[in-house]
């Protein structure tokens, strides 16, 4: 409504502006209120008071376009009688007389209007009653009565016999009777500029304006003569009324846009300064807001006269706070002084004239745009911080998505050192991000991580991030380093052996650093709790990883050794066995073999360790471990395998005396635990090839033999 209300505005100044006539049919089309409807008729009579008949007649088509029902009749009897009463064009005002009839049937006004141009045409009486008017105007000595006569008679022929003579005949008559017959001057004025007869027209207008007895009449001629001579081709004589017009009304629209245009083209801004200013004192405060526009661009853009036009940008901030021209000069403006604080008041004040939040996306968009701008400047231009904060502050309250705002409330509060507002913003942005979103709430968290490490050195809260970190994403190799590195620091040993135990467990860390993480921890383990049961499980998992890993060998030995673990001993120099060969590893089994009957007290276990160092041996076996099993055996009371060692002894005897020795003792076991006399006498007579007068060994022969029956 406040669209339609300016348009009509600006019609009264300028009936003739196309533009608005286009503008105003448009808004129309969207409905008119009551108000509406009321100004459009308020605006058809003024024009018609000024004799603009076909401008009102323009109005009626815009309201007929926008109104149905009933309201719709009552407007095409409007629009027929000012057809058929000021523009005589009986045949169109038949037509809306039928379509009002078509819409209400019974509408008295169209039907009598209908019968009368009936009445008239029939028979021709319309000639009849001109004549008659033609005649009484002869025989009138009364010039008021005369040049009625005349007019009416005029219209008569123009409403029935259009383009014929009588009409102009009879129009020129009722002006010679009286020049300031204004209806019969419109109507003589609109047949001339009809048939382009620019010369007479021009001559018409010339005695209207000597003729006018107001100032607007003889504005009205001067227009029209302006008009013509435009079409002659006299553009310089145009000029010339067109500053007689100003004179008259300096704001006169259709002769400010003349001179305007035509300063426009000689680039003589100064003169058009001086036009549109004459305009705007004679309109005053009030004045076209359009045109202090011009003048302040003119003044800014063509004269590069910024205080001057400051002047009129003021007048136009009084009527519209966020103009957007106004707002790009003191742009400039302030910037050129290095006033930036102004220009935040000023574009605060623009921010605070629009729309509210939610009234059209458009001025969402720029109400956005000017918080952005606010901030922006408030960063650049202000020597103090906190002013650019609040703005950009601001800005994320109306738009909490603003990715500018808070990446500039970072920069700000790291610039201003105000770490906990920077903590605050970050943590807001977790809380808001989507729990899928994990990527970027470590992101945000690592930015919460350096400012509780670097800026406020919070060790506790720096542990507790890295924690939130590694909840949210328990492979996150940074985090635990990070961390890892932190506890060092600190000297928090535990903590420290709990995240390493992470990493150690992360998939897709290389051997050897998996490897080194084991070592650390098993060494802070001894190193820094002195407990060497703990330190057990990461050696070993050291030596799944590295089998030949000497260091870690080493250790769990020691480890073994200390705890007594005995078996675990032995266990880890059987691998240490199965990696070697030769001499060497028989010694490795012969000392496990050792352990475990000496330690552990596991003779089977050390018999079989023993006799795979026997089967390995290139001899059937060293001493030591033949010496060894045979202890054993005893110990177990295995006879047999008792004297199986034996035998292996006395072949390996490096004297007879000892070699004797052992088969005695082989003899014995075998006739006295094992049962074996033949094998004891085989081993007693082997004794006496080696010493023939052994008084045993043939004491016992005679009994075996004896006892055999041999």
């Given at each position: 409504m406040a669209d339609l209300l300016q348009f009509l505005a600006l019609l009264d100044s300028d009936p003739d502006d196309a533009n608005?006539?286009?503008?105003?049919?448009?808004?129309?089309?969207?409905?008119?209120?009551?108000?509406?409807?009321?100004?459009?008729?308020?605006?058809?009579?003024?024009?018609?008071?000024?004799?603009?008949?076909?401008?009102?007649?323009?109005?009626?088509?815009?309201?007929?376009?926008?109104?149905?029902?009933?309201?719709?009749?009552?407007?095409?009897?409007?629009?027929?009688?000012?057809?058929?009463?000021?523009?005589?064009?009986?045949?169109?005002?038949?037509?809306?007389?039928?379509?009002?009839?078509?819409?209400?049937?019974?509408?008295?006004?169209?039907?009598?209007?209908?019968?009368?141009?009936?009445?008239?045409?029939?028979?021709?009486?319309?000639?009849?009653?001109?004549?008659?008017?033609?005649?009484?105007?002869?025989?009138?000595?009364?010039?008021?009565?005369?040049?009625?006569?005349?007019?009416?008679?005029?219209?008569?022929?123009?409403?029935?016999?259009?383009?014929?003579?009588?009409?102009?005949?009879?129009?020129?008559?009722?002006?010679?009777?009286?020049?300031?017959?204004?209806?019969?001057?419109?109507?003589?004025?609109?047949?001339?500029?009809?048939?382009?007869?620019?010369?007479?027209?021009?001559?018409?207008?010339?005695?209207?304006?000597?003729?006018?007895?107001?100032?607007?009449?003889?504005?009205?001629?001067?227009?029209?003569?302006?008009?013509?001579?435009?079409?002659?081709?006299?553009?310089?004589?145009?000029?010339?009324?067109?500053?007689?017009?100003?004179?008259?009304?300096?704001?006169?629209?259709?002769?400010?846009?003349?001179?305007?245009?035509?300063?426009?083209?000689?680039?003589?801004?100064?003169?058009?300064?001086?036009?549109?200013?004459?305009?705007?004192?004679?309109?005053?405060?009030?004045?076209?807001?359009?045109?202090?526009?011009?003048?302040?661009?003119?003044?800014?853009?063509?004269?590069?006269?910024?205080?001057?036009?400051?002047?009129?940008?003021?007048?136009?901030?009084?009527?519209?706070?966020?103009?957007?021209?106004?707002?790009?000069?003191?742009?400039?403006?302030?910037?050129?002084?290095?006033?930036?604080?102004?220009?935040?008041?000023?574009?605060?004040?623009?921010?605070?004239?629009?729309?509210?939040?939610?009234?059209?996306?458009?001025?969402?968009?720029?109400?956005?745009?000017?918080?952005?701008?606010?901030?922006?400047?408030s960063e650049v231009q202000l020597a103090t911080p906190d002013k650019a904060i609040d703005a950009w502050k601001q800005l994320l309250r109306s738009d909490p998505t603003s990715t500018e705002a808070k990446e500039a409330l970072k920069r700000l509060y790291r610039k201003a050192e105000k770490w906990n507002p920077l903590l605050d913003l970050l943590k807001d942005e977790i809380d808001k991000l989507p729990e899928s979103d994990v990527r970027g709430r470590v992101e945000r968290l690592y930015e919460v991580v350096a400012i509780y490490r670097d800026n406020l050195r919070q060790d506790p809260m720096v542990l507790n991030t890295y924690n939130a970190i590694l909840k949210l994403d328990p492979d996150d190799r940074r985090a635990v380093d990070e961390l890892a590195d932190k506890y060092r620091a600190m000297g928090r040993w535990q903590d420290l052996i709990g995240v390493l135990g992470k990493k150690a467990e992360m998939a897709g860390v290389p051997v050897a650093e998996r490897a080194g993480i084991l070592r650390e921890t098993a060494d802070l383990w001894i190193d820094r709790f002195g407990n060497y049961a703990q330190a057990i499980r990461p050696l070993e998992r050291l030596l799944e990883l590295s089998p030949a890993d000497v260091d870690a060998i080493a250790r769990l030995k020691d480890i073994y050794t200390r705890r007594r673990q005995w078996r675990q001993l032995i266990g880890l120099l059987g691998k240490e066995a199965d990696a070697i060969h030769g001499a060497e590893r028989l010694h490795k089994l012969s000392e496990m073999a050792r352990l475990a009957a000496e330690r552990v007290g596991d003779t089977r276990l050390s018999i079989e360790i023993h006799n795979r160092v026997v089967a390995e041996h290139a001899d059937g076996g060293d001493d030591e471990t033949l010496a060894a099993l045979a202890n054993l055996y005893e110990r177990e009371k295995r006879w047999l395998a008792l004297a199986e060692i034996l035998g292996r002894q006395r072949r390996r005897a490096q004297t007879p005396q000892e070699a004797v020795a052992l088969l005695e003792k082989q003899g014995a076991l075998l006739a006295d635990r094992v049962g074996a006399p033949a094998q004891a006498a085989e081993a007693f007579a082997d004794i006496l090839k080696l010493d023939p007068g052994h008084a045993k060994a043939l004491r016992t022969l005679r009994e075996l033999y004896a006892a055999a029956q041999d």
């Open positions: 608005v006539l286009a503008a105003l049919a448009d808004t129309a089309t969207r409905g008119l209120d009551p108000t509406g409807a009321q100004a459009l008729g308020h605006a058809k009579r003024s024009l018609r008071d000024r004799g603009r008949h076909d401008v009102a007649l323009r109005l009626l088509d815009v309201e007929l376009a926008a109104t149905n029902g009933p309201r719709r009749a009552d407007l095409l009897v409007e629009k027929g009688q000012l057809l058929d009463e000021e523009l005589l064009d009986e045949p169109a005002a038949a037509r809306c007389y039928e379509e009002a009839l078509g819409v209400r049937p019974d509408d008295e006004v169209a039907a009598e209007a209908l019968q009368q141009m009936a009445l008239n045409r029939a028979n021709e009486n319309w000639k009849k009653f001109a004549a008659k008017f033609v005649d009484e105007a002869k025989a009138s000595t009364d010039r008021k009565l005369t040049t009625s006569l005349y007019l009416t008679a005029a219209e008569n022929w123009a409403r029935y016999a259009p383009g014929s003579p009588e009409i102009e005949q009879y129009l020129r008559r009722s002006l010679d009777a009286d020049p300031h017959n204004r209806k019969a001057a419109l109507h003589l004025e609109r047949l001339l500029r009809g048939a382009g007869r620019w010369p007479e027209l021009a001559a018409l207008l010339d005695g209207r304006i000597d003729a006018a007895a107001t100032k607007e009449e003889r504005v009205a001629a001067l227009l029209g003569m302006v008009e013509v001579l435009q079409v002659l081709g006299e553009h310089e004589r145009a000029l010339e009324i067109g500053k007689k017009v100003l004179a008259m009304d300096p704001a006169q629209p259709r002769a400010l846009r003349l001179l305007g245009d035509a300063f426009e083209q000689q680039q003589n801004w100064q003169a058009l300064v001086m036009l549109y200013s004459g305009a705007l004192r004679a309109k005053g405060e009030s004045g076209d807001i359009g045109l202090v526009l011009q003048v302040a661009m003119i003044l800014w853009k063509r004269l590069g006269d910024l205080d001057g036009a400051e002047e009129y940008f003021r007048r136009i901030r009084k009527h519209d706070p966020a103009h957007p021209a106004a707002l790009d000069f003191y742009r400039a403006y302030y910037h050129g002084r290095g006033e930036g604080q102004k220009l935040v008041a000023i574009l605060r004040q623009a921010e605070k004239a629009l729309p509210p939040q939610g009234t059209s996306p458009a001025a969402d968009a720029r109400a956005r745009a000017l918080a952005l701008e606010i901030a922006e400047v």
